[in-house]
């Protein structure tokens, strides 16, 4: 399963290191610390998942014919980009970033990235079959506290977006 995700593993990272590439390349170093942590306290299963692995999130989520209504995914990061991609046979699919008073035409094919934590969202689809991945990074500071020790607590504290990617991308979503 987890090598037949690393084609849409590897294009939501390259995605992510032109939008935002501090976070791709903290995400980076997180991956091959972990590899390197996972080896020298010899778990083997750890460290054979991790070279598989193909993507810089840390999770992914797939989701099959499901609305999902307006909420905030308080767990991830408020400097991570959450990545979503839809594929299927369906029409006028719409998602409400309701916070920031934006509805997207969310049709198949179309990748939107946000925070998760920050914006809420919700997707609207009334029919048709579709398949939304989601990608995702955690940051949960009592499992790297229990795993890795004080080293990786923080990792996406000192990540800020660059001015001018928010222009960017706020003149993009006002254009939509």
């Known amino acids: 399963m987890i090598t037949a995700m690393q084609r849409p593993a590897l294009l939501v990272s390259a995605v992510l290191r032109v939008m935002h590439p501090q976070l791709y390349w903290a995400s980076v170093r997180t991956h091959i610390e972990l590899g390197r942590w996972s080896a020298d306290q010899d778990l083997p299963h750890m460290h054979r998942l991790l070279k598989h692995w193909a993507s810089v999130y840390t999770g992914a989520t797939v989701m099959c014919n499901r609305n999902s209504p307006d909420h905030r995914d308080p767990k991830c990061p408020p400097e991570a980009f959450d990545i979503l991609t839809c594929i299927g046979n369906y029409h006028h699919g719409v998602m409400q970033l309701t916070n920031l008073d934006i509805n997207l035409l969310y049709n198949p094919g179309v ?26 990074l955690r940051d949960s500071g009592t499992t790297c506290r229990r795993m890795l020790g004080q080293r990786f607590l923080g990792i996406f504290t000192n990540i800020h977006l660059p001015p001018p990617l928010v ?9 939509v």
């Open 167 to 175: 222009c960017k991308v706020c003149k993009i979503i006002s254009q």
């Open 111 to 136: 990748m939107v990235s946000y925070s998760g934590r920050l914006v809420r969202h919700g997707i609207n689809v009334a029919e048709g079959d579709r398949i939304v991945w989601a990608w995702f």
